[in-house]
């Protein structure tokens, strides 16, 4: 929501609202000229004042400020609506998809327009190094992500549009996983150009859309010899079976070489050249809470990422075991108890492995507390690990444990990621 925020006021909009917590955003918009206030309040002169009201899926329909503005009879949009107003301002909108890669994969579309010069706006899910979650020098390209939470992404009308994968997530909001797959299919199918990853089965079984991968052989756009220094990757892309240039990317893991080759895919249909849109890619580095490094005590490592599903919790904690010298050390947060209900059976097989695992206290988000979902009982059922109510049991154990070479990898999509730079601070005073 903040980067739409941020939008309307380049636009010379007056932008007023509030949050439940002040924090770097908020700030971050009061600096830009956004009238802040903290806590839901009916009597809010801003709100009586605002022409549109915008709210996000984090705000309970019984939220003071939302319904005061339904009975006033204000206009009241879901950010969904907003974004899809925002992006009709545009000659050109892509749209990005996925249940994994959203963020990094825009990011990448982002650089790649910046490197080819052409005036762009773009709407990024996390926080850029370079661009920060908004970025806007023009108005003829527009990239954002999709979200598929509440089938937000049939909202966006996108001209091209990439999907990356297709997994179980925000299952919540779908009858089944039949009527998930269902979505991400109208989602292409709406769209004047759609890339699909061939590598990945469900993505593949959508019908006839152009397609970008790795091992798939037929695939439109393709990403051969591949090879590995460190964790990065550089890779040869072929068009259509031509080989056309190499890319040596500078975010690590295999997943952003389908992050990179799907940007590639779509720029491409564009007209773009191969060289610009290389030169973009080698240029993107990292989205915040991305593997983020974000300092050391004692010589151990700490890094975090935005891992909340099982199947990057897996992917996440592998990378770590390679590039770790010492012991690994995992603190998990889970995201919200009905993706952890739901997902009981496959975060237990993703976190069972680790040695030495703290589960962390749940970020509800939206939701009310549900023992079947909570935090405790993904402990009790991963056995062989600790649990943390406060930031004080985790310094306690961390503090007794670590040594030089160690890394400690906190891993979810909450507030974590600023449990994690509070205790590194407090580890270092």
Request: proline share 2%; charged share 25%; aromatic share 10%.
């Amino acid at each position: 929501m903040s980067a739409l925020a941020k939008y309307l006021l380049a636009c010379g909009h007056e932008v007023s609202g509030s949050d439940r917590a002040a924090g770097e955003r908020t700030e971050e918009l009061s600096a830009l000229g956004a009238a802040v206030s903290i806590g839901s309040n009916a009597g809010n002169p801003r709100l009586r004042a605002a022409d549109v009201v915008v709210y996000t899926s984090a705000v309970p329909e019984e939220d003071e400020e939302l319904t005061a503005a339904r009975e006033s009879g204000k206009t009241v949009w879901k950010r969904s609506e907003l974004l899809k107003a925002v992006s009709d301002a545009f000659s050109h909108v892509v749209a990005v998809a996925g249940s994994h890669g959203k963020t990094t994969c825009t990011a990448m579309c982002a650089h790649i327009l910046e490197s080819a010069r052409v005036p762009f706006a773009a709407h990024i899910g996390g926080e850029d190094s370079e661009l920060g979650n908004f970025y806007m020098s023009g108005h003829d390209f527009f990239v954002t992500e999709a979200c598929e939470y509440k089938k937000n992404l049939l909202e966006v009308e996108a001209e091209k549009a990439v999907l990356l994968n297709i997994d179980r997530d925000h299952m919540e909001c779908y009858r089944d996983e039949e009527e998930l797959v269902d979505t991400f299919r109208r989602y292409c199918g709406k769209a004047k150009l759609a890339f699909v990853c061939a590598d990945d089965a469900k993505c593949r079984g959508l019908g006839d859309f152009s397609t970008f991968g790795i091992d798939a052989a037929g695939a439109d756009y393709r990403a051969s010899e591949l090879r590995q220094s460190g964790e990065k990757y550089s890779f040869t892309v072929s068009e259509y079976g031509k080989s056309l240039c190499r890319i040596r990317l500078n975010a690590a893991g295999r997943c952003n070489v389908y992050n990179a080759l799907a940007a590639f895919s779509v720029m491409r249909s564009y007209g773009f050249d191969e060289q610009e849109i290389r030169q973009g890619l080698e240029s993107f580095r990292a989205v915040k809470r991305r593997f983020e490094s974000i300092g050391s005590w004692t010589g151990a490592s700490f890094i975090c990422d935005y891992a909340h599903h099982p199947r990057e919790i897996a992917a996440t904690i592998a990378t770590a075991e390679r590039m770790c010298r010492g012991k690994l050390y995992a603190v998990f947060q889970p995201h919200t108890y009905s993706r952890t209900k739901f997902l009981m059976g496959d975060f237990v097989k993703a976190l069972r492995p680790v040695k030495n695992l703290m589960i962390y206290k749940t970020y509800p988000a939206r939701e009310y507390y549900d023992e079947e979902g909570s935090a405790k009982t993904l402990a009790r059922n991963v056995g062989n690990c600790l649990y943390a109510e406060s930031i004080r049991e985790l310094m306690t154990w961390l503090k007794t444990t670590l040594q030089p070479g160690d890394i400690v990898l906190f891993l979810g999509a909450g507030d974590i990621y600023y449990a994690a730079q509070y205790l590194l601070r407090e580890l270092n005073k």
